[in-house]
């Protein structure tokens, strides 16, 4: 009795064995990181630094954790791209296709993101400080609980977007355009600038948080908040 539990033990052994083999070996075919740029490339926590990925198609593709330090991947194709805490330093993503594409908990500091239209796209908890958003489109972007600190988003469409509980320390947001309110729930907004923007229609917004902000006579401000005597900024 006892000869046949352990021969029958053994046998149910040798198949989990193998099947955990298996299942390793075929998560390790997925994920190939000498596998060209291609849409749904499996690249995840890849070391791609330092390369040249100009005008690449990595439409949903599986980027997660890769480290893309100085890449340029400027004008590429990005579309539904899982970019999940990768890393972004001084990367280009400039005049790039990023239209639902997921950039939770990237590390991206003075990374290029100008002239990208990232429609829909998700930055939240990213780390993005002193990165480039002009002229991007960002309409419907989440970036609740980003660090923005001097992030630039000159002439950027930021329509809809979500900066709840971010830090937007002096972010720069004069010339941006939005159709659609925009959320400031408990953002951070030291020396942030507000010049010359018509925030009549924004959510989230409390006197605190302008009373910090840079604004002017020509900002305008939800009804209830009114703009302090003298703003923080008086210098370009």
Same mark, same amino acid.
């Given at each position: 009795?006892?000869?046949?539990? *352990?021969? %029958?033990?053994? *046998?149910? /052994?040798? &198949?989990? $064995? &193998?099947?955990? &083999?298996? %299942?390793?070996?075929?998560?390790?075919?997925?994920?190939? !990181?000498?596998?060209?740029?291609?849409?749904?490339?499996?690249?995840?926590? !890849?070391?791609?630094?330092?390369?040249?990925?100009?005008?690449?198609?990595?439409?949903?593709?599986?980027?997660?954790?890769?480290?893309?330090? =100085?890449?340029? +991947?400027?004008?590429?194709?990005?579309?539904?791209?899982?970019?999940?805490?990768?890393?972004?330093?001084?990367?280009?993503? $400039?005049?790039?296709?990023?239209?639902?594409?997921?950039?939770?908990?990237?590390?991206?500091?003075?990374?290029? #993101?100008?002239?990208?239209?990232?429609? /829909? $796209?998700? #930055? *939240? =908890?990213?780390?993005?400080?002193?990165?480039?958003?002009?002229?991007?489109?960002?309409?419907?972007?989440? #970036?609740?609980?980003?660090? +923005?600190?001097?992030?630039?988003?000159?002439?950027?469409?930021? =329509?809809?977007?979500?900066?709840?509980?971010?830090?937007?320390?002096?972010?720069?947001?004069?010339?941006?355009?939005?159709?659609?309110?925009?959320?400031?729930?408990?953002?951070?907004?030291?020396? *942030?600038?507000?010049?010359?923007?018509?925030?009549?229609?924004?959510?989230?917004?409390?006197?605190?948080?302008?009373?910090?902000?840079?604004?002017?006579?020509?900002?305008?401000?939800?009804?209830?908040?009114?703009?302090?005597?003298?703003?923080?900024?008086?210098?370009?």
């Amino acid at each position: 009795m006892t000869l046949r539990r *352990t021969r %029958a033990y053994g *046998t149910s /052994g040798l &198949v989990l $064995a &193998v099947c955990i &083999v298996f %299942a390793w070996q075929n998560a390790a075919a997925a994920q190939n !990181c000498d596998a060209a740029a291609t849409p749904g490339v499996n690249w995840q926590d !890849c070391d791609k630094k330092i390369l040249i990925l100009k005008g690449q198609d990595l439409s949903g593709a599986n980027l997660i954790g890769v480290d893309f330090t =100085s890449t340029d +991947l400027r004008n590429s194709n990005l579309l539904a791209a899982n970019f999940e805490k990768a890393t972004l330093v001084r990367a280009s993503l $400039a005049d790039s296709t990023a239209k639902g594409a997921r950039f939770d908990k990237i590390e991206a500091y003075r990374t290029d #993101f100008s002239h990208m239209d990232a429609q /829909g $796209a998700v #930055f *939240t =908890s990213a780390e993005v400080q002193r990165s480039n958003f002009q002229d991007a489109n960002l309409t419907n972007v989440d #970036f609740t609980k980003a660090e +923005l600190g001097r992030a630039q988003f000159h002439d950027a469409d930021i =329509s809809g977007s979500r900066f709840s509980f971010a830090n937007l320390a002096r972010a720069d947001f004069r010339g941006a355009t939005f159709t659609a309110p925009i959320d400031f729930d408990r953002a951070f907004l030291f020396l *942030t600038r507000i010049e010359g923007l018509d925030l009549s229609n924004s959510a989230g917004l409390s006197q605190w948080q302008i009373n910090m902000a840079c604004g002017d006579a020509r900002t305008e401000l939800p009804s209830g908040l009114t703009r302090p005597e003298d703003w923080p900024c008086s210098e370009p």
